[in-house]
């Protein structure tokens, strides 16, 4: 609890877990705040300005009929704009957490492992570590996911449910193997600082396995910067999918992500600036939360980082 109050006395902290709060309710319940389907199209009323109102034809005889308002207006496909921002965020926070979840196992993995034994283990790990770290993460994620696109290997990622969009389990793999290396240093750091310190050399006198102490003594203890590291992870894969998205490489049309709507509204820009001026903000404003509320973790649960809030 001590925590917590410390961490809403950092303002930017405190204004940054505001945002990742809108953000995970609007993920959860998008379904319901959405006023339209979001690939649903609607004839006639193709780029329309935020604001404008609409009517459907009635959907039987005699019945009422639909009218409501354009509130973040249409695309060329008169597809609604708030609909669509409102569901990509649910793409967006799904890739950005499941990515990060497979960097800090493969990551905190790699680092316990190099730093715990180290010798001839470390060095293979850690020259490992920096084959990754030498590709720009982008280009690796491009090259996994061309390779992921391939028929065969799109019908076997179809195969595996049919909950989830082939392309997004190729984002969930493509990130989730390319943003590990930076948190496999900084493990394996704690680790070489912590493994010659008087607790884990009593935990080895009384006789604890190596298992025992890697899982007991060392794990816990790295869990403070690694809460850290996951947060601002998140936000760089969120960034991340939306990049490849922009690409045409991420989650395919007509489904909603901010990074599709971006490359779909870029060449109307002029006429239509709507459709990817809202999609953006979103994006911005997700991303710079998890940035703010991370930085205000590493101040609490850091003391050596810990800076002073008015």
């Known amino acids: 609890m001590g925590a917590?109050?410390?961490?809403?006395?950092?303002?930017?902290?405190a204004v940054g877990l505001v945002i990742v709060a809108v953000a995970v309710f609007v993920a959860l319940t998008c379904q319901w705040l959405a006023p339209l389907d979001p690939v649903d199209q609607y004839r006639g009323y193709a780029n329309q300005a935020p604001g404008t109102r609409f009517e459907l034809a009635a959907a039987a005889a005699g019945g009422p009929t639909p009218a409501g308002t354009f509130?973040?207006?249409?695309?060329?496909?008169g597809r609604d704009i708030l609909s669509r921002v409102l569901y990509g965020a649910r793409v967006s926070l799904l890739v950005g957490l499941v990515a990060t979840l497979l960097n800090v196992l493969i990551g905190m993995t790699v680092g316990i492992l190099a730093g715990y034994y180290g010798r001839w283990l470390d060095a293979v790990l850690m020259r490992l570590t920096d084959t990754f770290f030498a590709f720009p993460g982008m280009l690796l994620?491009?090259?996994?996911?061309?390779?992921?696109?391939?028929?065969?290997?799109?019908?076997?990622?179809?195969g595996v449910t049919s909950h989830i969009d082939?392309?997004?389990?190729?984002?969930?793999?493509?990130?989730?193997?390319?943003?590990?290396t930076g948190i496999a240093r900084v493990i394996r750091g704690q680790v070489l600082a912590m493994?010659?310190?008087?607790?884990?050399?009593?935990?080895?006198?009384?006789?604890?396995?190596?298992a025992r102490i890697i899982l007991v003594h060392l794990?816990?203890?790295?869990?403070?910067?690694?809460?850290v590291l996951a947060t601002m992870q998140v936000a760089y894969n969120i960034l991340?999918?939306?990049?490849?998205?922009f690409l045409g490489l991420g989650i395919q049309p007509p489904d909603a992500s901010w990074g599709g709507m971006l490359s779909e509204g870029r060449p109307y820009m002029e006429t239509a600036w709507w459709w990817g001026v809202f999609p953006g903000l979103a994006l911005a404003f997700t991303v710079l939360g998890f940035n703010l509320f991370?930085?205000?973790?590493?101040?609490?649960?850091?003391?050596?980082?810990?800076?002073?809030?008015?």
């Open 141 to 158: 994620a491009i090259i996994i996911l061309a390779t992921l696109n391939q028929p065969a290997v799109r019908e076997a990622l179809t």
């Open 4 to 13: 917590l109050k410390e961490l809403l006395r950092n303002r930017s902290a």
């Open 294 to 310: 991370g930085d205000g973790l590493r101040d609490v649960l850091d003391p050596r980082l810990k800076t002073r809030t008015s």
């Open 71 to 77: 509130w973040l207006g249409t695309d060329i496909n």
């Open 219 to 227: 794990v816990p203890n790295c869990l403070a910067p690694l809460i």
């Open 195 to 210: 493994k010659e310190q008087e607790f884990i050399e009593a935990a080895r006198a009384v006789g604890c396995g190596h």
């Open 240 to 245: 991340s999918e939306a990049g490849l998205s």
């Open 166 to 180: 082939p392309g997004m389990w190729g984002l969930f793999i493509a990130l989730g193997l390319t943003g590990w």
